[in-house]
Structures are given as structure tokens and as C-alpha cells.
């Protein structure tokens, strides 16, 4: 258990990776394996790991994401003190509320890194989906004396078109970082960041000062490139279960995965579980004529069709005749009755009226949406 | 608005009601209302403290039709024609009216208080709401009426009564209605992840609920959260409470699965009696019951009706009965 770190979280980048996906949310609220919001999964990782006061830094788009996350209940963080603190733009002079990278970020929300009185900081972004605690982690910065230790993983396949704020770590064989590359053309190594940063708070504070003084505003780049030889950044090689969410079909896929049992049981596991808002929802409904197969389904749904490799969401509903095959549907989706649904990937409150039929492929799912009728 | 867990046939005892008291004045309420915490329906008190207002009531009674053949499982209320209440029969052998009592009531708290005050005085009272409150206030002339309910409801006070209560929810449409948004019914909320339907299960007519995994087939029941159902194993007009684990193979009929209860490779739940075997089904009925943090053995067949706990299934072995063949 640590409790001399304290966690920031960066869901800012607005990013239009994710397509639809993300038009009216940050990907840190993209809904994700039935019941979740990326960001429960950082979130609860945190949160196991020990640590009581976690800070949110939001950009555009953070309305669902507040709503989500509320008064950080569901994760035992509505505490007298410390607990979640919600850090969207302090619109000043200087700030006009629109940071040009992580680094303008925490600039801004530099009171609130002075006021934590953790001695080290953990740096997350949002789109990288894994369950683990930080204290192994943690353990290993302490033994190495690292300034910097930055959690990875290893990736042998390589996809350009999934290709968003990539970091590779060329890695010493003490596991010290000799060099980094973003977004590589050709990546030069297959450890990829994890998007996890562990350093002490007082060289963090420094850093974003020095970079902000000289202009710079991107963290991988401007901090973490720059220092490689003056700081010593260690590597700290995780070996489980890591998604990635950077394009839809990668977002697809790692749903998917769920399907997997050893997937399921990583990334669910009884010792760390993972926390989210709940509902208070009726448990699914099958129909007498209902037929499920290879599925993920949460609570309130009404299954009277078929499903086969599907992940459903809270809520959806199947009606008779209708057949879903590796869809995902969240929040409030209708399939009504004789549709038929191949590699789709439906929003939140989607209705496919009778007897549509839509079909992608598994290198390029349809995606409805919010609110689409079809 | 004040709500305490009270049934008719509860006693409440001298020191228990002493410290009700206590409790209740501190709120100093003009009315409160006293629920069971064992019924399953959906009311709207407000609707019934409108009504109590507006009659002037010292009592209102919440009362529902039941058929006059099953009256006399009840307290019966019977009226006049302005829902005043006459007299009071708790269990009556000869029912003189089919409205039955729901446990639920709204007392102008002042006159509760004295009338339980009274109550304990008494050393001849059971210290019973149906058996002594309510008629001694019927024969003191206080004004008692009846609110009327209709819609689901049921006691799950009983073995068989918590079984149909919950097959009451499979029926089509349920006999329950639990998916109206404006009528939430709120439960603490497991943190487990979605169920999970493997490829070779089945899943008919059943409710299944957060950090099940079905491998195998699941017809007519009702899964809790974190249920597990084996390959090959079949589940059946049963309801397997939360955590509870249905190994390979092994058959579940007409039964309770309670808490955290594993049921091993091949079992049989609720098998059909074996000559020479005798089960105490008093309580029970057809239903079969194992309890909870049970763990019933592999190739074990629990007769139809037999509550599985320690105690019996010991008796069973000791029998040398085809607890195991």
C-alpha cells in the first residue's frame, strides 16, 4: 500500500481518435466492457494501490465525465481530507482554458500538486486500460534511486493506424532509459509507455516549471525527451494485461478481448476490482426464446433475441427475432424485433428500427452515434 | 415521515419497545408508519398518509383483496362502507370478509404510544400488534380505517412464498414490474463485473444479474450476483443466491441454492425420493434447500424438498443413504 503518492490523472486530450466515440465525451468517459468508463480502470488502480487523494485534470468535454465520477463515492474518495479533486481549466488572463499539452496542464493546476503533501506523484493518462496496483512499482524507483520511472509494456505487433502518443523506450540492461522515440515511423523497440509516470513531486513541480519557462508544453517530448541523459528514467517493465483505446478499431477489439477468459479474469480480478458508478439496475432479463452465446451482458438488459459475441451495456434491449453478432452496445441501445447486427458498435441510446440489417468488419466496425435512429 | 421494521405477529418486548420509543420521540412526529421488512410490493405511502389525513384516522390499515379460501393465512379487517373498521380477526378459521392486512399501518404516533404504554402494563398481552393493539383500540372506539391497495404483493415470510416470489418475476410480462424508471427499487450494488454467457450455455427465462458466469444451462431461474454454472450443469426452476457455485454436471431442480453454497460434480438438487429415505418437508414443500456455505459432495443427491444443512446432511450420511452413490 503506498501512501506517500498521491495520483493525477490527465483527461484532457480531446482527442477525435476515437471517431464518434468521443464527440461528445473525453475518452477518459468512452464507455468500456459493459459497465465501465475508461478512466474506472486508472481510477481503481490507484485507488488499490493505496493512494487517498487523486486529482482529475479536465479539458473539453468533462460533463460526463463529472457526472461519472460525482463526489468520487464509488471509490472511497469522498473523504474530509484529500480524496478526488475534479481540476478543469481555471479560466485566467494567462489561461484561456485550452493547454496545448500535459504540460500546460499541470501548470495550471500547479496549486494543487503544491498543496498534496505526498512526497511522489504518479502521472496517468486515460486511454490505457489495465489492472494492476503501483507499488511494485513504486518499490522499484525507490531500490534503482530513478528521478523518473516510466511503466511499460511490451508490444510486438505494430499497427500505424492505431498509432496515438506512442512512446518507445530503448532500455539499458539495468533497465535505465537511454532513449525515446514518439510516434516512431519505424519503432526502434517494442516497449511502449504505458502512460504511467512515477517521480517525486518537488522534481515534478520543477520540471514543468523549467519547460513552461522555455515555452514547451508537451511532456513526452519537451520533459521527458530532453532529459534522458541529464535525469535517470528507468523502465518499469509491467507484464500483464494492457489495451490501448486510441482508434476504433482498437476500442473494438479490446472489448473483444473480454471475451477472453484469461482477459476477463486479469482485468477483473477478485483482489483488485474494479469501481464505477452504479445503478441500481433490475438484473438481465432472458426471454423464453432467447439465445446467448460467447456474450458479456450487464444489469437491465432484455435479451428476447440472439446474441453471439457481444458485449452489451446497461439497459439494452434485444427484441425477439433480432440477431447481434460481434456488436458492442451500450447504454440504452434498442435492437428491435428481425434486425440483424454484424460488427457494429452502437452508442448509447441507438434504435435500429425492425428489420434493419447492418454489417461491418472486423477491421472496420460501423459505429452509430449517440442517440442514432436507424 | 417515520419507518420502523415491525410484523404483526412481532413482539416487541418491554425493553425493545422502551427504546422504540425513546427513538421515535426524538423526531417527535405527528404520524408513523410501521412496515415489514419481509413483503415485496410497490406502494406509495404518501397516497395512504393522504388518505390517513383526510379520514381523521387514529389507524390506517393498508388492506388487500385475497381470495377467501387463502383469508384465513391473514389478519381480516372487516369494514363498512366508508372503509371504517369494524372489527379485526388475526387468522381467522371463518373469514367474514377478504381483506387482508399487509402489515403496513400509519398511526398518529401519540395515540400509539399510549396504547403500547398500556399494552405493557398488561402482563396478559402478547405485546402484539394484530393480537392486542389493534383490538383493544377497536374496543376503546378509536377510528380505524382501511386504505386499499391493489397490485403485487406478497409475504416472503416462507419457504415456498420466497421461491414463487421470485419465479413471479420470470413470468411475461413479470408479475413485478421492476423496469419503471420513475419506480427504482434500490439495492446495495455488488462490485463485480458484467455477466458473462459462454459459448456452449443456455439461457432461457431467466434473470441473471453482475459477476455471474454461465457455462452451462440455465432454464426458468434466477441467478445472483457472482453465481457460477459449470459446463454441463443444469440449473432449473431454482434460485442460486450470490456467490454460489454449481459445479460440472451437477443438476439443480425446483431448489434454493443459498449464499456461497457449492454444489459438486454431478450432484443432483432436488432428485426424486428414494424408497426408504425419509425427508422432513414441513417447511419446505417440493422445494429443495441448501443452505448456506454448504458444500454438498460430488455424485450426492439431495431428495426433492430436504433442507441441506449441516445437521441433515450429516443425518443423511450417517444413514448411509445415497447422500453419495
Request: charged share 25%.
Amino acid at each position: 500500500m503506498i501512501n506517500s503518492a498521491f495520483g493525477i490523472i490527465y483527461t484532457g486530450d480531446n482527442s477525435l481518435r476515437l471517431k464518434d466515440l468521443t464527440y461528445s465525451r473525453s475518452v477518459a468517459a468512452v464507455p468500456f466492457g459493459g459497465r465501465y468508463r475508461c478512466i474506472d480502470f486508472m481510477m481503481s488502480c490507484m485507488v488499490n494501490s493505496g493512494l487517498t487523494n487523486i486529482g482529475v485534470i479536465t479539458q473539453k468535454n468533462y460533463h460526463s465525465l463529472m457526472d461519472h465520477l460525482g463526489s468520487g463515492k464509488e471509490w472511497d474518495l469522498h473523504r474530509k481530507r484529500d480524496g478526488l479533486f475534479m481540476l478543469p481549466p481555471f479560466v485566467t488572463r494567462d489561461n484561456v482554458g485550452l493547454y496545448r499539452g500535459t504540460v500546460e496542464a499541470l501548470k495550471s493546476v500547479s496549486g494543487y500538486i503544491r498543496r498534496s503533501a505526498q512526497r511522489y506523484a504518479i502521472l496517468a493518462g486515460s486511454y490505457t486500460i489495465f489492472n494492476t496496483t503501483f507499488c511494485d512499482m513504486l518499490e522499484q524507483h525507490v531500490q534503482t534511486g530513478a528521478d523518473i520511472t516510466i511503466m511499460y509494456n511490451e508490444e510486438q505487433h505494430f499497427e500505424p493506424e492505431d498509432q496515438y502518443e506512442d512512446l518507445r523506450l530503448m532500455l539499458d540492461e539495468r533497465g535505465r532509459i537511454t532513449d525515446m522515440e514518439y510516434n516512431p515511423y519505424r519503432p526502434g523497440s517494442p516497449y511502449k509507455s504505458c502512460d504511467v509516470i512515477l517521480m517525486e513531486k518537488t522534481l515534478l513541480e520543477y520540471l514543468v516549471e523549467e519547460a513552461s519557462a522555455h515555452g514547451q508544453y508537451q511532456f513526452s517530448q519537451d520533459v521527458l525527451m530532453r532529459n534522458v541523459a541529464k535525469l535517470k528514467i528507468y523502465g518499469y517493465h509491467y507484464t500483464g494485461y494492457v489495451a490501448r483505446l486510441n482508434s476504433p478499431n482498437s476500442y473494438f477489439a479490446a472489448n473483444m478481448a473480454l471475451l477472453d477468459k484469461d482477459v476477463r479474469e486479469e482485468l477483473f480480478s477478485r483482489e483488485h476490482p474494479v469501481y464505477t458508478k452504479v445503478k441500481d439496475e433490475v438484473p438481465a432479463r432472458y426471454g423464453p426464446s432467447s439465445v446467448a452465446h460467447n456474450s458479456i451482458v450487464a444489469d437491465g438488459c432484455i435479451i428476447d433475441g440472439e446474441i453471439e459475441n457481444c458485449v452489451l451495456f446497461r439497459g439494452v434491449y434485444v427484441a425477439q427475432g433480432a440477431k447481434l453478432k460481434n456488436c458492442i452496445a451500450m447504454q440504452g441501445a434498442q435492437i428491435q424485433k428481425n434486425c440483424d447486427l454484424s460488427y457494429v458498435v452502437l452508442d448509447k441510446s441507438v434504435i435500429v428500427k425492425r428489420g434493419r440489417s447492418l454489417s461491418g468488419y472486423k477491421s472496420f466496425p460501423v459505429l452509430l452515434k449517440k442517440g442514432s435512429i436507424v | 415521515m417515520f419507518a420502523a421494521k415491525k410484523g404483526t405477529t412481532c413482539k416487541w418486548g418491554r425493553m425493545g419497545s422502551f427504546q422504540n420509543q425513546m427513538f421515535v420521540d426524538q423526531f417527535s412526529p405527528k404520524y408513523v408508519l410501521i412496515l415489514s421488512g419481509d413483503h415485496i410490493y410497490k406502494m406509495d405511502y404518501g397516497r395512504m398518509l393522504r388518505h390517513h389525513i383526510k379520514n381523521n384516522a387514529g389507524c390506517t390499515i393498508a388492506v388487500l383483496e385475497v381470495p377467501l379460501e387463502e383469508a384465513h393465512r391473514f389478519g381480516i379487517m372487516n369494514c363498512n362502507d366508508e372503509q371504517r373498521i369494524i372489527s379485526f380477526e388475526e387468522k381467522p378459521k371463518e373469514p367474514k370478509s377478504s381483506l387482508a392486512s399487509m402489515g403496513v399501518y400509519i398511526f398518529n404516533w401519540p395515540l400509539l404510544k399510549k396504547y403500547m404504554q398500556a399494552d405493557e402494563e398488561d402482563p396478559a398481552s402478547e405485546n402484539d400488534f394484530g393480537k392486542n393493539i389493534i383490538p383493544s383500540m377497536l374496543i376503546n372506539g378509536e377510528k380505524l380505517y382501511a386504505y386499499p391497495f391493489s397490485g403485487y404483493w406478497k409475504d416472503v415470510g416462507t419457504i415456498r412464498s420466497l421461491w414463487s416470489a421470485n419465479m413471479d418475476l420470470l413470468e411475461d410480462p413479470p408479475l413485478l414490474d421492476l423496469y419503471d424508471p420513475t419506480w427504482h427499487i434500490y439495492s446495495r450494488n455488488p462490485v463485480l463485473p458484467p455477466h458473462y454467457i459462454a459459448s456452449g450455455a443456455k439461457v432461457e427465462q431467466s434473470l441473471v444479474t453482475e459477476g455471474c458466469e454461465v457455462y452451462g444451462s440455465v432454464y426458468h431461474s434466477v441467478l445472483f450476483a457472482g453465481a457460477v454454472v459449470e459446463e454441463g450443469a443444469q440449473v432449473s426452476d431454482s434460485v442460486i443466491m450470490p456467490g454460489a457455485h454449481i459445479q460440472k454436471g451437477a443438476k439443480v431442480n425446483k431448489a434454493i441454492i443459498d449464499e456461497r453454497a457449492i454444489i459438486g460434480r454431478n450432484a443432483v438438487v432436488g432428485d426424486d425420493l428414494n424408497e426408504g429415505v425419509k425427508v422432513d418437508n414441513s417447511l419446505t414443500d417440493d422445494i429443495t434447500l441448501v443452505g448456506s456455505d454448504m458444500s454438498i459432495p460430488e455424485f450426492a443427491s439431495l431428495p426433492k424438498g430436504m433442507v441441506a444443512t449441516r445437521e441433515t446432511l450429516g443425518y443423511l450420511y450417517m444413514k448411509g443413504a445415497d447422500v453419495r452413490d
